[in-house]
């Protein structure tokens, strides 16, 4: 069974930009959040997705948005970029009856 | 407000002995407890987790117990292997489980384990 996909592993943008990230959960997996992860603040929660629908949302300024399709991939996007949004993004998806959460290997966003 | 902590950044321990990683948490509405290893650049690996429930939780080398009176959970590693290697964190959920629930992991700053060989 194939685990969690994100693309791309590697993203360099300039501030101001936008930025879209993609996540491919675990086949027949439904919940998806999204985690942001910097030396400072350590993992933070973005947000969660489950069936479409927006169900958890982390402490983010509105910059950060997401959305997840009816074939449970998930898109997070950043707009405006900040050199503080440099970061390593992970997404994670669960199974409907589980607590565990798997992880993808990331996004590693550089913004100069 | 730091809700998950685990007070120790670093452990170094002998190859063979047991490594015990450790995390307070404050917020008596988590029910779900999680430990994750995590090596740079990647995302982390879920190890082992216990429910609120239950006390211990064994898998092979890898024990979780639960303290809740006190707060306190601790992962267990017995022998420790080099390949352990790796920055561990806590993590805790407040939703119960189940297809319904919302899943917010609120995560610990992580420990730097290094087992020697």
């Known amino acids: 069974k194939a685990g969690v996909t994100q693309t791309p592993r590697y993203l360099i943008k300039t501030r101001g930009q936008q930025v879209t990230l993609s996540c491919s959960p675990i086949?027949?997996?439904?919940?998806v959040s999204w985690y942001q992860q910097t030396p400072g603040q350590g993992l933070q929660f973005l947000f969660e997705y489950f069936s479409e629908t927006q169900r958890n949302k982390g402490n983010f300024p509105g910059r950060f948005s997401g959305r997840q399709f009816s074939n449970s991939r998930s898109e997070m996007n950043v707009s405006t970029l900040e050199l503080g949004d440099s970061a390593l993004y992970l997404c994670?998806?669960?199974?409907?009856?589980?607590?565990?959460?798997?992880f993808g290997q990331g996004t590693r966003l550089t913004v100069v | 407000d730091q809700q998950v902590k685990q007070n120790s950044p670093s452990l170094s321990v002998q190859e063979g002995r047991i490594s015990i990683l450790n995390c307070d948490y404050t917020n008596s509405m988590f029910d779900y407890f999680l430990w994750y290893k995590k090596y740079p650049a990647e995302g982390p690996t879920f190890l082992i987790s216990i429910s609120s429930i239950k006390d211990k939780n064994e898998d092979g080398r890898f024990t979780v117990f639960l303290n809740k009176s006190a707060k306190h959970l601790s992962l267990h590693i017995v022998p420790s292997q080099p390949g352990d290697s790796a920055v561990y964190f806590c993590a805790a959920s407040a939703y119960g489980g189940g297809e319904t629930s919302g899943s917010r992991l609120t995560f610990g700053e992580g420990t730097q384990l290094t087992v020697n060989p």
């Open positions: 086949s027949g997996h439904r919940s």
């Open positions: 994670a998806s669960r199974h409907g009856a589980g607590n565990e959460a798997f």
